[in-house]
Nanobody, 126 residues
Framework: QVQLVESGGGLEQAGGSLRLSCAASGRTFSSYAMGWFRQAPGKEREFVAAVSRNDGYTHYADSVKGRFTISRDNAKNQVYLQMNSLKPEDTAVYYC???????????????????WGQGTQVAVSS
């Protein structure tokens, strides 16, 4: 089992940058595929980005491609989301998630994830 704690959210102006971090407990972090999701007020949770176990593969939602970068440091049990060129529509609660599913390299559906953090709020002003 793994526990996830997000940090790094806050209020930023449009065009600015934020870096989210997700700290994972446990000694088997490298065995989990990781992802970031977000949920805006009144909307369903949506996929943002995912990274494979060894940081070799990444996948992004079209809405963030070219602006956001997901990465992980297995030695530090951390996964990151660098968010650049922020837009007001990026405003949401951002969640870190971990998938232990064997055979899944990149998980893009929320039902492919087994563990979730509590979320961190990101607000982007215009």
């Amino acid at each position: 089992q793994v526990q996830l704690v997000e940090s790094g959210g806050g209020l930023e102006q449009a065009g600015g940058s934020l870096r989210l971090s997700c700290a994972a407990s446990g000694r088997t972090f490298s065995s989990y595929a990781m992802g970031w999701f977000r949920q805006a007020p009144g909307k369903e949770r949506e996929f943002v980005a995912a990274v494979s176990r060894n940081d070799g593969y990444t996948h992004y939602a079209d809405s963030v491609k070219g602006r956001f970068t997901i990465s992980r440091d297995n030695a530090k049990n951390q996964v990151y989301l660098q968010m650049n060129s922020l837009k007001p529509e990026d405003t949401a609660v951002y969640y870190c998630a971990a998938s232990r599913r064997v055979g899944i390299l990149i998980a893009v559906r929320d039902d492919e994830y087994d563990y979730w953090g509590q979320g961190t709020q990101v607000a982007v002003s215009s």
